[in-house]
């Protein structure tokens, strides 16, 4: 199993980013997969998360209305586009992969395979 994250980088306030998760080995009618941010001192957050046919999508409140994850099941692709970005998003971005039998949507605990990261920086 591989994912892989793209599209990071540095945008104004009120700007947009998409980013990509490119996946290999397994398929979204069996594992979730979910987008978490970090910043240095704390754990990961989760953001967004998408699982099952036809995908159910979760959002933290803090994103709701900005952000949007989609996956593409002829790709192999999720991707999380972010509008109205704000410095508080700025972070290291993961996504990460989980069964759906076991999927708690931001629980990164419980996920089994990650992605190295994309940096997100907002600035004001």
């Known amino acids: 199993v591989q994912l892989v994250e793209s599209g990071g980088g540095l945008v104004q306030v009120g700007g947009s980013l998409k980013l990509s998760c490119t996946t290999s080995?397994?398929?979204?009618?069996?594992?979730?997969v979910g987008w978490f941010r970090q910043v240095p001192g704390n754990e990961r957050a989760g953001v967004a998360s998408?699982?099952?046919?036809?995908?159910?999508?979760h959002y933290v409140d803090s994103v709701k209305g900005r952000f949007t994850i989609s996956n593409d099941k002829v790709m192999n692709t999720v991707d999380l586009q972010m509008d109205d970005l704000k410095p508080q998003d700025t972070g290291v971005y993961y996504c990460a992969a989980e069964e759906l039998g076991d999927w708690c949507p931001f629980s990164a605990a419980g996920y089994d395979y990650w992605g190295r990261g994309t940096q997100v920086t907002v600035s004001s």
């Open positions: 998408i699982g099952g046919a036809p995908g159910r999508t």
């Open positions: 080995g397994f398929f979204f009618d069996d594992y979730a």
